[in-house]
């Protein structure tokens, strides 16, 4: 017993001595040049977009992120480069409806319900996107939304807003 405990802290000293911490992205592939160099993609979920913290395992170790302010990851963020090699984070695509009011009226119904239930939502353009969930589903096809449902990368995390309220 007392040998897998020595073993097993060995592994956990080591683990953190080669956890490089940076303060936050080097830059975003969009602007971020890559030239010959290999592209390793680390692959997160799009809610651990909304982590202060984050901990990632890539080919040269370890990388920890720490956030000390409201910066958060992207899609395409650069985390590391040297000369041969660009770690980049890659955000999991989500199950999405894209909601498409007709009118200002429809809008405000759906924002509504969609409200009182609590559903964190996005924008983009004139769309709303929330996340699949077949009550949803029956909501809208109730109320006649013209919506789609898509597999899509969101630009930031689904987030509740945590703004005090009573439903009195």
């Known amino acids: ?23 936050g992205p080097l830059g975003n592939l969009d602007t971020f040049v890559v030239g010959p160099r290999r592209v390793e993609r680390v692959v997160i979920r799009s809610d651990e977009l909304a982590k202060r913290v984050v901990r990632l395992t890539t080919s040269v170790g370890d990388i920890g992120i720490r956030f000390d302010d409201d910066r958060r990851l992207h899609d395409g963020d650069v985390l590391y ?3 041969e090699l660009v770690i980049i984070i890659g955000v999991e695509t989500d199950d999405l409806f894209v909601i498409r009011p007709r009118d200002i009226g429809q809008a ?12 964190p939502a996005q924008f983009d353009g004139d769309a709303l996107l929330v996340r699949y969930d077949p009550l949803v589903e029956e909501l809208l096809r109730e109320k006649s939304v013209p919506f789609s449902r898509e597999t899509r990368v969101v630009p ?3 987030r509740h807003a945590h703004a005090p309220h009573n439903h009195e």
Not at 108 to 119: C, E
């Open 1 to 23: 017993m007392r040998a897998c405990a020595r073993t097993s802290a060995r592994t956990t000293v080591r683990a953190l001595l080669s956890l490089r911490t940076l303060a």
């Open 81 to 83: 480069a040297d000369d």
């Open 108 to 119: 405000l119904a759906i924002g509504h319900a969609l409200g009182n239930r609590h559903l």
């Open 156 to 158: 930031e995390a689904f």
